[in-house]
């Protein structure tokens, strides 16, 4: 089971937009169209803001978009504000297993 | 409203079992696989394994060799116990819901996390 691989970093001023990619392999990317995107505030426990690829929960702001395609994944934010400053981390489904990115750390300028 | 609430010991010594519980508020306790995330401090999330309602079982490979998870249905919670901790286990602890429906995998909700401290 390998980690997702992700940007350490990444940053954007505010309004604009950033991407934040994620690798994977045949095993869990490329196999399960199901990778999903999680935001993490400093001492807060994560938050689900992208599933199955492209969808977001209730409550999500629509400047959060997502998309895959192969070993590929992309979390998107668009018009950047303040509190999207934060921790994100991208997930998929392995085979009866679950593997988590490094995480990348987002700074608004 | 579902809320994951955890509780278990936050410091241990090298050697001990590591126990930590979860109750599920709000919401249907089956359906679902109940799991655990760790994360170690300033690093990234790790899953750690998960059970569903009927006990059925899914685990890192990495830590298997040491990982119990058990649920209580009739409480609406499931726990955690990691035999021979050491410092490498020292982490914030989550549970976490993910739904088990066919061609879908999201964590959707969380607890508050547990830190559990284990000194060298």
């Known amino acids: 089971q390998s980690a997702l691989t992700q940007p350490a970093s990444v940053s954007g001023s505010p309004g604009q937009s950033i991407t934040i990619s994620c690798t994977g392999t045949?095993?869990?990317?490329?196999?399960?169209?199901?990778v999903s995107w999680y935001q993490q505030h400093p001492g807060k426990a994560p938050k689900l803001m992208i599933y199955e690829g492209s969808k977001r929960p209730s409550g999500v702001s629509d400047r959060f978009s997502g998309s895959q395609s192969g070993n590929t994944a992309s979390l998107t934010i668009s018009g950047l504000q303040a509190e999207d400053e934060a921790d994100y981390y991208c997930?998929?489904?392995?085979?009866?297993?679950?593997?988590f990115g490094g995480g990348t750390k987002l700074t608004v300028l | 409203q579902v809320q994951l609430q955890q509780w278990g010991a936050g410091l241990l010594k090298p050697s001990e079992t590591l126990s930590l519980t979860c109750a599920v508020y709000?919401?249907?306790?089956?359906?679902?696989?109940w799991s655990w995330i760790r994360q170690p401090p300033g690093k990234g999330l790790e899953w750690i394994g998960e059970i569903d309602h009927s006990g059925s079982t899914n685990y890192n490979p990495s830590l298997k060799s040491r990982i119990t998870t058990s649920v209580d249905v009739s409480r609406n919670q499931f726990s955690l116990k990691l035999t021979s901790v050491t410092a490498a286990d020292t982490a914030v602890y989550y549970c976490?819901?993910?739904?088990?429906?066919?061609?879908?995998?999201?964590?959707?909700?969380w607890g508050q996390g547990t830190l559990v401290t284990v000194p060298s």
């Open positions: 709000g919401g249907s306790f089956s359906g679902y696989y």
């Open positions: 976490a819901r993910r739904p088990s429906y066919e061609n879908s995998h999201k964590f959707d909700y």
């Open positions: 997930c998929s489904y392995a085979g009866s297993s679950t593997s």
């Open positions: 045949s095993s869990d990317l490329g196999s399960y169209n199901v």
